[in-house]
């Protein structure tokens, strides 16, 4: 093998090893106002290179009890390491992990748009504009994205539906979605609980503590995605929607999936969804993937 071969096949391979070299989140603070506090928050683009000019950003919400690093625990971080290496053309993209509380619900507690609980407020007004001025990240709504996973699956489908002007693309893992108003006879919520894997005691714990957040019917409703769904103007922006669940969901999320489906439909609203029979809530271990995939197809498609 001649000389001139050997460095030709060296640079292609050293080449080819940068083109799908892995990128890292990168994890920082910063003061919120809103908040009275500083705020963990994590960076991960899909390229090692510069950004580029309005790079699409997805900014991604946390499960129950969790924080801005479950983009990496929950295995998104690795996920998309995989898709770039696999597929040449997977775009340049920004995605932005963030703490709030393990409750949050990323929601104005009790309706509070001002406050250390003032979750929704805090992430539209002040964090947002934090990440576009400090970093090279879209800062329209074209290129502008909210996904999520348990939790955060019911805060950016909610957020993106009440802000359908800000966000374009909408994308969530096992989505917190009820199967009725939390505000519903307890009995009716005992039994619900009692043919799902959480159980009763568990799950009326955390029925008693989404109602703190949501006291009354009226705020509950303002936030509830089937129901922003069926009043959204017929004049709004609608986003990209992707949304998937386990046939048997921990939480028994799957009813509540189905309805939020139905309401889409009965709408005439685009969406992505998916079913797996006889996953579990932890499906997005696997799934993550598919979400990604449809954000990166948003991302090459958004110009």
């Known amino acids: 093998m001649s000389f001139l071969r050997v460095v030709t096949g060296l640079l292609v391979f050293t080449l080819s090893q940068v083109s799908v070299a ?4 990168q994890c920082s603070t910063y003061p919120s106002k809103i908040l009275g506090r500083k705020v963990k928050f994590c960076i991960q683009r899909s390229k090692n290179d510069s950004p580029i000019q309005n790079e699409p950003v997805v900014y991604f919400l946390h499960g129950l009890g969790g924080n801005e690093s479950i983009w990496t625990k929950g295995g998104y971080s690795e996920a998309l390491n995989k898709l770039v290496a696999e597929e040449a053309d997977f775009p340049a993209m920004t995605f932005v992990s963030f ?14 748009s001002s406050g250390s609980k003032a979750y929704e407020t805090w992430l539209l007004k002040d964090f947002i504009p934090f990440i576009e001025t400090k970093f090279s990240v879209c800062r329209e709504r074209s290129c502008r994205g909210i996904a999520g996973v348990s939790m955060g699956g019911f805060g950016s489908l909610k957020i ?10 909408v994308a969530a893992n096992s989505p917190a979605l009820p199967p009725f108003s939390i505000h519903e006879d307890n009995e009716l919520w005992r039994d619900y609980f009692s043919h799902t894997p959480i159980g009763v005691t568990k799950g ?6 989404v ?15 089937a129901n922003v769904v069926s009043n ?6 609608l986003p990209g929607i992707y949304f998937d669940v386990g046939s048997e969901d921990n939480f028994g999320f799957e009813v509540g999936y189905e309805i939020f489906k139905n309401t889409l439909e009965t709408n005439n609203i685009p969406f992505s969804s998916f079913i797996e029979e006889g996953g579990d809530h932890f499906i997005f271990h696997h799934r993550n993937q598919y979400l990604l995939t449809f954000l990166k197809n948003w991302a090459v498609n958004y110009r």
């Not at 959204?232 to 922006?237: D, I």
């Open 204 to 209: 009326m714990f955390l029925l008693k503590d």
């Open 211 to 225: 109602r703190r957040i949501f006291p009354t019917e009226q705020l509950y409703e303002a936030n509830n995605p």
């Open 99 to 112: 703490e709030t509380q393990i409750d949050s619900f990323f929601s104005d507690f009790q309706g509070g």
């Open 232 to 237: 959204l103007p017929n004049s709004s922006p």
């Open 22 to 25: 892995e990128t890292k989140a």
């Open 160 to 169: 993106a539906l009440k802000n359908p002007e800000t966000f374009s693309v």
